[in-house]
């Protein structure tokens, strides 16, 4: 019998419930629970409004939520913020750098903030300028920095601490080609490291090449989680964007070959594969 | 609360600040450099408009000529550099006209009171135009001009009578200004200094403010912000830390640059005149003036951090806040009121009550319990504003920047649903 490693972030029966003006109470995140494991991308798919960003937002603390529970690397999200936020490292499209500072600043203010060692935050702030490259420009202001440079500095700064940690939430959003996959290749770097990587996304070509497992979420549920392999043998189907159709479909008891759309029901969300979004990595569809 | 990290985000608030223009234009180079030369070049000014003034020649007519027994009054006024009579006196024009359309200064009338005790007596009626600077001028002068024949035609015929100066006055009122050129440097020191002092301490905390809270969001860095591993309190204590200190250092700059600048520009300015003042501070007032800049940073710094929080740009920042820093200016005028001393009454209103203890501080008046009660008060207010603050950011639609509204729609809304 082989020893089961210990997850670093659990997710139980999670929920958030918000108060909207118009439509009343809405469920967000209703009753999600997964568990993650070190050297695993684990992949959030959804449409827009699914509930992805929310649940991410719960993990890092960022929001408090309603029911259920979770925790990262043991500690429980709702009794120790400040530990969960020191394990993990959160990027996404709207965490954005501090104009004003350099490069090297940015990077040297997010080792000490979250904790680094003090005596080693130099030597940590030297080879992450080193392994981006960032030295050409490390005392540039962040301002000044072309998109693809600033994409660099705010991955370094989500893993300056070196936390165990790491989530991406829909961080290919507004990148070009090049960049995008110069982001896939840094989560596949960390991934190797042994980092626990949650990573949502729309885009369902990005989520092909990276994920061990995906979890489909739809309404705030998850709808399926498992492998690629274990959602093609479970569904019969072989592409992702099929995979998840299915799954979505099935949720909203839409039979057969009808469409779902125009995407109202699915909260206005978007779903892209195939390349069919411009200026996103969507590239060609899975083999 | 975790002081090291307060410590590590305040350095990289004040990191930014000091790459942001506005701030330091805001908080150290106004400061320093604007009321130094404002004062200077008002003063420079006045002098100038002054001695334009002083050198205009007062343009007069004279419509009837005073009695011939004292004809010597209008001999006095044709003597006078300064005054040109136009016109014999007698000749027929319409004077008054001329004094309407400016074309003269004044008018004068010496008018004879027959019958009266007095054989020749004569009084003398001016018109001038009182808004005009010159015929104000005119009118002054000229009665200066009959005041000194007066008193010299007085003299004369006391002379005349053998009557001494004690006989003719038989009781005098004499004044005599006890207080020195210090007392009248501090009196004008303690309502400027304590003025300014206000206004610079609001001014400090005018930008920083916006910029930590408002600035955040547009930037988008807040989100950023919520995800290192810093507690809520420990980001929102190195925050205020931040915006307070901005303001201290914005009003004790202004404070040292008014000093040197009243010393090296009013000084000179005035010395060698009737208005010889010397500027001096009691040492004492130092530790008053530096534990007003605090309590009123920290006043500032919480109620504009609180609505400008609400704000999604810095543009929107502003507007929120500008009605507050010009409601500033209501209570400090109790500063200009200076028989009023700081009591239990004026100890309780607020930012009034800091202008007025610094004032009194500067003047040499220490009244300790007022001076207590002022402070207490101020940090009292600065309490409430921080339990509201903590209880504000309980709501995660304000954190996320979900609430679209102002402060005042949230307190309604949420607050106190």
């Known amino acids: 019998m082989t020893d089961q490693p210990r997850p670093t972030v659990s997710v139980s029966d999670l929920r958030k419930t918000f108060y909207d003006e118009s439509r009343g109470e809405v469920h967000a995140v209703d009753g999600l629970t997964f568990e993650c494991f070190p050297g695993e991308v684990f992949g959030l798919l959804g449409a827009n409004g699914a509930g992805k960003t929310t649940t991410l937002r719960m993990l890092s603390t960022v929001l408090k939520p309603t029911g259920g529970s979770a925790s990262v690397m043991g500690h429980d999200i709702a009794t120790e913020p400040e530990a969960v936020r020191k394990s993990l490292g959160f990027y996404s499209a709207s965490t954005a750098l501090y104009p004003r500072l350099t490069a090297r600043e940015t990077i040297d203010f997010f080792t000490r903030i979250n904790g680094f060692p003090r005596e080693a935050v130099d ?71 042994g980092k626990t990587i949650l990573y949502s996304s729309h885009i369902m070509s990005e989520v092909e090449k990276l994920c061990d497992r995906i979890g489909i979420v739809h309404r705030g549920r998850l709808l399926a989680l498992g492998s690629l392999d274990d959602l093609r043998g479970a569904t019969g189907e072989h592409y992702l964007e099929d995979v998840f159709l299915h799954y979505v479909k099935e949720a909203e008891g839409i039979a057969g070959e009808a469409e779902i759309g125009p995407m109202g029901e699915l909260e206005e969300g978007v779903v892209t594969g195939r390349g069919t979004q411009a200026g996103e990595a969507g590239g060609a569809p899975h083999p | 609360m975790n002081w090291s990290q307060i410590g590590i985000l305040y350095r990289r608030e004040l990191r930014s600040a000091l790459r942001e223009r506005t701030i330091v234009v805001n908080g150290i180079l106004i400061p320093i450099f604007m009321y130094p030369i404002m004062l200077w070049a008002m003063f420079t000014g006045l002098t100038f408009v002054q001695g334009i003034n002083e050198g205009f020649v007062s343009r007069v007519a004279v419509q009837s000529p005073p009695p011939p027994a004292h004809a010597a009054v209008l001999d006095s006024l044709r003597a006078r550099d300064d005054v040109e009579v136009s016109g014999a006196e007698g000749e027929d024009g ?324």
């Open chain 1, 123 to 193: 030597a940590r702030v030297a080879e992450l300028v080193e392994r981006f490259g960032i030295s050409e420009y490390e005392n540039g202001r962040v301002d000044k920095l072309s998109s693809g440079m600033k994409q660099k500095v705010s991955i370094a700064r989500t893993i300056a601490h070196d936390p165990p940690v790491l989530i991406f939430d829909e961080p290919t959003v507004g990148l070009d080609v090049m960049n995008a996959l110069e982001m896939v290749k840094v989560v596949r770097e960390l991934k190797a490291e």
């Open chain 2, 94 to 417: 319409d004077w008054l006209q001329l004094l309407a359309d400016g074309e003269l200064d004044a008018v004068v009338s010496f008018r004879s009171l027959p019958g009266d005790a007095l054989p020749d007596n004569f009084s003398v009626d001016v018109h001038y135009d009182r808004a005009e600077e010159r015929s104000r001028r005119a009118e002054s002068r000229i009665r200066r001009i009959v005041s000194d024949y007066r008193t010299a035609w007085v003299t004369s015929e006391a002379e005349s009578r053998s009557l001494t100066e004690a006989d003719r006055t038989v009781f005098a009122v004499t004044g005599e200004n006890v207080s020195t050129s210090e007392d009248i440097g501090q009196l004008l020191l303690g309502q400027m200094l304590s003025f300014f002092l206000v206004i610079m301490v609001a001014l400090g905390c005018f930008v920083p403010s916006i910029d930590t809270t408002a600035g955040e969001r547009e930037r988008s860095t807040w989100e950023t912000l919520m995800t290192v591993s810093a507690s809520r309190t420990s980001i929102v204590t190195a925050k205020y830390l931040y915006v307070a200190s901005l303001g201290i250092v914005a009003g004790l700059l202004n404070v040292a640059a008014m000093m040197v600048s009243m010393g090296a520009v009013v000084r000179p300015l005035l010395a060698g005149t009737d208005d010889a003042i010397t500027f001096t501070i009691p040492w004492l007032a130092a530790p008053v003036m530096l534990a007003g800049a605090i309590a009123l940073a920290l006043f500032f710094s919480a109620a504009m951090m609180i609505l400008a929080a609400f704000a999604r740009s810095f543009k929107d920042g502003q507007a929120m806040i500008t009605p507050v820093y010009w409601l500033v200016f209501i209570p400090i005028l109790l500063g200009d009121q200076t028989d009023v001393n700081l009591s239990l009454g004026s100890a309780l209103i607020p930012i009034g009550n800091v202008t007025m203890m610094i004032r009194d501080a500067i003047g040499g008046v220490f009244l300790w319990e007022w001076i207590a009660v002022t402070l207490l008060f101020t940090l009292s207010l600065v309490a409430v504003l921080l339990l509201l603050a903590r209880q504000i950011l309980k709501f995660e639609d304000f954190l996320l920047g979900a609430f679209d509204g102002s402060f005042w729609r949230f307190a309604k809304e949420k607050l106190f649903a």
